[in-house]
């Protein structure tokens, strides 16, 4: 409730403000974006009534048309990316321009509310707020790039850039084989010169991502010598599978804990005399016997970290520690790389800095960097290394995202929107140039 009073004055304060520093076309394309907020709003609840839960391919493919033919209507070539290949819906890719910077926006059309959830519909709480399925992350980012697009187009200045949107069908739940799933986005990353996100970060808009952690799976595997427990300690016996489980976790633990950004989370522990685990499921059955040393021990969990040399690092500690095993002991650990971390970068952070003083002529205050530790990852994980500078977290503001409880503030969808647009049209002017790392 505070956050939301402390939003609402932040917001009337910024609507009071008078903008700073903007030329004709500016106005132009911040009139645009208020003319157009009812086709706005109006998509948005089209688009949420669609449930597009990322199981629920033929949802996500109604959604992708959807916005195909709101994204032709603005004069965009649009394409789909059959998700078949990969397990999913699939991708819309909307392209626009011959000329001027490359730039890639990111969304996505799934949500995690699959197609029996008790959570389907749109619905207005009072003026500023609605819930639904999606609202924030992120339907709500999908609808600001296309009206941020329109706002250009209206202006006069869509022409003076090149911009190529991936709206991907499988960001909750990541299609296999990557290299299949990721297709289009890489190569849309590889084309770029700069790429935008419109996730909803962490849901406050006086900031935006400039890092995203990785996130990867581990599994680690433990063998014993099993024995009466009557003889455990023993030379010839051992410690058995359990204590050398405990003691690398803790080992890990003691490694890893204290290092900035980074966490490992063991999230599923077994063992005992036989053991059977479900790697798809994530469930598994275990025998043992309190008189039994323990034979076999199983551990997957979780990792994320800040960039490529931290998971690096990490991976060997894990490994070394692993390795030095308790008497007739053995482990084994092997890794599973998902999304890879969006890195900081000198490029990310210019280009935060430019996106804040846009938000200050705006009249709605400074943007600053959200925490890496509230970052998860995201479709921009993937593109984020290939192009000179990327931002995220340039969507629809609320909170609740990902529960039953997911509402948006309306209030900023027009705010993100000409922010967007605005950013946009300088990129196109040239006015904003990246440091070299």
């Not at 059309?109 to 959830?117: E, G, R, W, Y």
């Not at 006086?206 to 433990?222: D, I, K, P, Y």
Request: glycine share 10%; aromatic share 6%.
């Amino acid at each position: 409730m505070l956050y939301r009073c402390l939003l609402s004055v932040y917001l009337m304060l910024g609507a009071l403000s008078p903008a700073l520093a903007f030329d004709m076309t500016e106005d132009a394309i911040r009139e645009a974006v208020h003319r157009g907020q009812a086709d706005a709003l109006a998509l948005l609840e089209r688009a949420v009534n669609i449930n597009s839960g990322t199981m629920n391919t033929g949802g996500v493919t109604a959604l992708g048309e959807l916005f195909a033919e709101a994204f032709k209507d603005a004069g965009f070539d649009t394409r789909w990316t059959d998700g078949e290949a990969f397990g999913r819906g699939g991708h819309l890719v909307a392209e626009h321009g011959t000329q001027g910077p490359k730039v890639l926006l990111i969304g996505h059309l799934d949500t995690v509310f699959a197609k029996d959830s008790s959570f389907q519909r749109f619905s207005r709480i009072d003026e500023h707020h609605a819930a639904g399925p999606g609202i924030t992350d992120m339907k709500g980012g999908d609808v600001i790039i296309l009206y941020a697009a329109k706002a250009l187009a209206d202006a006069g200045v869509l022409d003076k850039l090149q911009l190529r949107v991936v709206l991907t069908g499988d960001e909750e739940s990541r299609g296999r084989p990557l290299e299949v799933a990721n297709a289009e986005l890489i190569q849309a990353a590889d084309w770029a010169d700069i790429a935008l996100g419109f996730e909803d970060g962490d849901g406050d808009p006086t900031t935006a991502v400039t890092a995203r952690r990785s996130s990867s799976e581990w599994q680690l595997l433990v063998k014993g010598k099993p024995a009466h427990s009557s003889q455990i300690f023993r030379e010839d016996i051992g410690f058995g599978a359990a204590l050398e489980t405990a003691r690398i976790l803790n080992a890990w633990r003691e490694a890893l804990s204290s290092i900035p950004n980074l966490t490992f989370n063991p999230g599923l522990v077994m063992a005992g005399t036989d053991l059977n685990h479900d790697g798809a499921t994530t469930r598994g059955t275990v025998f043992g016997k309190n008189n039994v040393i323990a034979q076999s021990a199983i551990v997957t969990g979780g990792m994320r970290a800040i960039s490529p040399e931290q998971i690096a690092h990490a991976e060997s500690l894990m490994r070394k520690i692993a390795a030095e095993n308790l008497t007739q002991t053995s482990a084994e650990v092997s890794f599973n790389h998902g999304y890879p971390p969006m890195a900081p970068s000198k490029g990310n952070d210019a280009l935060l800095n430019h996106y804040s003083v846009i938000s200050k002529e705006l009249g709605y205050g400074p943007v600053k960097a959200v925490d890496p530790r509230r970052a998860g990852a995201a479709d921009i994980s993937f593109a984020a290394s290939r192009v000179d500078a990327a931002l995220d977290g340039l969507g629809l503001m609320g909170e609740g995202g990902h529960t039953v409880d997911e509402v948006a503030d309306l209030r900023t969808l027009p705010q993100q929107t000409q922010r967007a647009a605005i950013l946009l049209y300088r990129i196109a002017n040239g006015e904003i140039s990246f440091p070299t790392e």
